[in-house]
């Protein structure tokens, strides 16, 4: 069974520094998709970033990257620049190659200091 | 660009009751999805639909339902309402071809009495 683990259940960063969520999974497949979301507090479900396994490029979106270790199964986000706006719920999510269903972990809540 | 629209946003009913909940996918989006979102937990799947068809299921309860119309719109249809089933619901659309990321509507919030 996939499972996605986030152990951090809170985290915060002072406006304009850089902060890491951390989230590992589990599975046993070779072929698959990971997903950062952004859940504010509106609970609107943002696309932040996403990975294909198959790619050892890491994903960059402006200020927001990933660190992919894909044999360690580890898939952190990486916030620099902290903005107020980026204050929310983050879900890690995983998705098979084959399959539509995400699997997403527990979330870690950031809290953006000014 | 367009999003998922999905309606009632908030929808307040009393045990035992019903309730459904629509979802219109983003235009050339074929497959749609719908999660539970409980209180401080993280998105459950519940079930999707490919092409008007079953693709797959998740935690759905036996007394929900849902279907996917020729226009791709999907309802999700909730029968014989808990407390415990309030919560936020999610719809997603992607195309399935395409491996496409799941974009997902503003929520429908639920609240059981």
């Known amino acids: 069974a996939q499972t996605v683990t986030q152990s951090q259940p809170e985290m915060s960063v002072q406006e304009a520094e850089t902060v890491t969520l951390s989230c590992t999974y589990d599975t046993s497949e070779s072929d698959y998709y990971l997903f950062w979301y952004k859940q504010p507090p509106s609970r609107q479900m943002i696309l932040v970033i996403r990975?294909?396994?198959?790619?050892?490029q890491n994903a960059t979106e402006n200020r927001f990257s990933v660190n992919f270790q894909k044999a360690a199964k580890s898939f952190s986000l990486k916030i620099s620049d902290s903005q107020l706006g980026d204050a929310a719920m983050y879900f890690c999510?995983?998705?098979?190659?084959?399959?539509?269903?995400?699997?997403f972990g527990t979330g870690t809540s950031l809290t953006v200091i000014p | 660009a367009a999003g998922v629209i999905q309606s009632p946003r908030h929808l307040i009913k009393e045990k035992r009751e019903t309730a459904t909940l629509k979802c219109y996918p983003i235009p050339r989006h074929d497959t749609v999805y719908w999660y539970q979102q409980g209180p401080g937990q993280d998105p459950q799947f519940l079930i999707s639909f490919y092409e008007k068809m079953q693709s797959d299921k998740g935690s759905i309860p036996d007394r929900f339902s849902a279907q996917q119309f020729s226009d791709y719109h999907s309802e999700l249809n909730m029968s014989s309402l808990e407390l415990g089933d309030s919560a936020l619901y999610f719809c997603a659309s992607s195309i399935r071809a395409l491996q496409e990321t799941q974009y997902f509507g503003p929520g429908t919030r639920l609240l059981v009495l």
């Open positions: 990975q294909e396994a198959y790619k050892q």
């Open positions: 999510a995983y998705r098979m190659n084959t399959g539509n269903q995400f699997y």
